[in-house]
């Protein structure tokens, strides 16, 4: 059975070592290590048999014409290890972290990811939105997901990830 939950300070280890195997390198391990120190984020592990198989990471993005108390967050990294590829780990961390993202009253979640994978969770080309990813990326990579209609209403221009992410 597989289990969705918070990730513990008990999970650090697998959820490198899970980080490490889903991307090959360690930048996304290292960069999952940095993050844990921001606030708010979102960290969530999918456990089968007691094993850590998938781990899910979201952190606030700022956006340049941020109305006051419109928070958004940034998913990812998102690893699930390659034997376990395919069979809906994914999908289960990223619906499961969107609810978490919700809860904590977050307006909406950008991502920058796989275009082909992310319209079955909702969401949309970020620019038709009128939001811009600030490294160089096709516009169909970065998109994002309104968490409640109209929540990213008014707002637009550069998204900004936490600097962290300067750093891979
Ligand atoms: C991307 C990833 C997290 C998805 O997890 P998963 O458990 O395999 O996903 P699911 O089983 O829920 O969904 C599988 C779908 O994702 C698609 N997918 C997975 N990796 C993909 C990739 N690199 N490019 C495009 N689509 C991809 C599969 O084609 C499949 O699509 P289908 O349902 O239309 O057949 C996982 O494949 C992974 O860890 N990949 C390596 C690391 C990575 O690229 N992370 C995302 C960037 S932060």
Redesign the pocket.
């Known amino acids: 059975m597989l289990t969705i939950r918070a990730e513990t300070a008990e999970d650090f280890e697998a959820v490198r070592r899970v980080n490490e195997s889903?991307?090959g390198r360690p930048d996304?391990a290292r960069l999952v290590d940095r993050l844990r120190g921001v606030r708010p984020h979102v960290s969530l592990v999918a456990v089968e048999e007691g094993r850590v198989v998938?781990h899910i990471f979201f952190s606030p993005v700022s956006i340049e014409s941020q109305a006051r108390g419109v928070a958004a967050m940034g998913l990812?990294?998102?690893?699930?290890v390659p034997e376990?590829?395919?069979?809906?780990?994914?999908?289960r961390l990223v619906r499961e972290g969107l609810e978490e993202c919700r809860r904590l009253g977050c307006g909406g979640v950008v991502v920058l990811?796989?275009a082909?994978?992310y319209p079955r969770f909702g969401f949309v080309p970020a620019r038709g939105k009128g939001l811009r990813c600030k490294w160089p990326v096709e516009d169909e990579h970065f998109m994002v997901l309104e968490l409640a209609p109209g929540a990213l209403g008014g707002v637009g221009g550069m998204v900004e990830y936490r600097p962290e992410f300067d750093e891979v």
């Not at 990812?76 to 699930?80: I, S």
């Not at 376990?84 to 999908?91: A, D, E, K, T, Y």
């Open positions: 889903a991307f996304e998938g990812g990294p998102m690893a699930v376990r590829q395919g069979g809906g780990v994914g999908s990811g796989h082909g994978y």
